[in-house]
Every structure is written in C-alpha cells, then in structure tokens.
Nanobody, 125 residues
Framework: HVQLVESGGGSVQAGGSLRLSCAAS????????MAWFRQAPGKEREGVTA????????DYADSVKGRFSISQDNAKNTVYLQMNSLKPEDTAMYYC???????????????????WGQGTQVTVS
C-alpha cells in the first residue's frame, strides 16, 4: 500500500506563489501516474495536473496552464506542485493521488486513482 502525504498549503494573497509537496512512501508501479486534484466547498473534485513518473510527461487543466508546474524528485519519492500567479478561484483543498496506470487522456478522472493523500488547504485572498 502506498501512502501519500501532502504539505505546503497555506494562505497567500492573489498573485502570490506556493509550492505543494507530495511525499510517497515509495515510488513503484503503484505510482506510475501521480496527480494533483483540488476540491472547493460545494464543488466536485477536479484534476489540476498529472505526471507520468516513468517518462516525465505532464498534463494540466486549462485553468492552470502557464501558472502551475508539476515536477518530481525520484530520489525523495516526492512530487511537487509549484503554483504561481495564484487567484482567489484557486482556493481549495489540494489532494495528491497515484495510480498504477499510465496517465493517459483520462488523467483527470478521479476514479482512476486508488491512492490519495489527506489533502492540504490553499487559500488565496
């Protein structure tokens, strides 16, 4: 079983930056695709970005393209989400997720992922 632990959330003013981290207990076939999702109060959980940990291919939701960047450090079993030019609409609980499947065209489908972290809150005012 893979454990995912997010950190780095907080409160920031619009236009600011935050970097979230997702530490996996190990990088295995179970974490072939790792993603960040977010959920605002009263809204569905939505895919933000994903990375194919084997090849490094990335995907982004249109709403964050050019502002957010996902990266990985395999030596630390960690995936990062760098968030720049933050907007109030980015306010949400952010979750890290992992799946043994490749990311593919349905990377933003939350049902694809079997491993989830506990979430970290991001508030932009």
């Amino acid at each position: 079983h893979v454990q995912l632990v997010e950190s780095g959330g907080g409160s920031v003013q619009a236009g600011g930056s935050l970097r979230l981290s997702c530490a996996a207990s190990r990088i295995t076939y179970s974490t072939r695709c790792m993603a960040w999702f977010r959920q605002a109060p009263g809204k569905e959980r939505e895919g933000v970005t994903a990375i194919y940990t084997t090849g490094g291919t990335t995907d982004y939701a249109d709403s964050v393209k050019g502002r957010f960047s996902i990266s990985q450090d395999n030596a630390k079993n960690t995936v990062y989400l760098q968030m720049n030019s933050l907007k109030p609409e980015d306010t949400a609980m952010y979750y890290c997720a992992a799946t043994p499947w490749s990311c593919g065209g349905n990377w933003a489908d939350k049902d694809k992922y079997g491993h989830w972290g506990q979430g970290t809150q991001v508030t932009v005012s």
